[in-house]
């Protein structure tokens, strides 16, 4: 299938390209830092920013995408399911 974009470089406000499952830990680094984050299940979470700075974002609806660069989701505060991260 032809790709009209693969030569153009795509910026922070351009759709995401990959996603891959994310599973709450700790301590442990996502594989990559994210451009988006969706939840699939409505909650909360405990996140630390590409910044490395530490939130806690709560009443998320399931089904939100939230333009966050994100290094961790954290598993203590995270109550939010079915998370994609978006790169």
């Known amino acids: 299938m032809p790709d009209r974009f693969q030569t153009l470089s795509p910026g ?3 759709p ?3 996603g891959f ?3 709450p830990h700790d301590s442990n ?3 990559e830092v994210t451009r ?3 939840v699939g299940g409505a909650g909360a979470l405990a996140v630390v920013l590409a910044s490395g700075a530490s939130v806690t974002l709560s009443g998320i609806a399931g089904g939100t995408i939230l333009p966050l660069r994100l290094r961790q989701v954290k598993a203590t505060g995270t109550t939010a399911t079915l998370l994609v991260g978006l790169v």
């Open 16 to 18: 995401a390209s990959h």
């Open 21 to 23: 499952a994310v599973t």
């Open 29 to 31: 680094d996502l594989s």
């Open 36 to 38: 988006a984050l969706y």
């Open 12 to 14: 922070l406000d351009a």
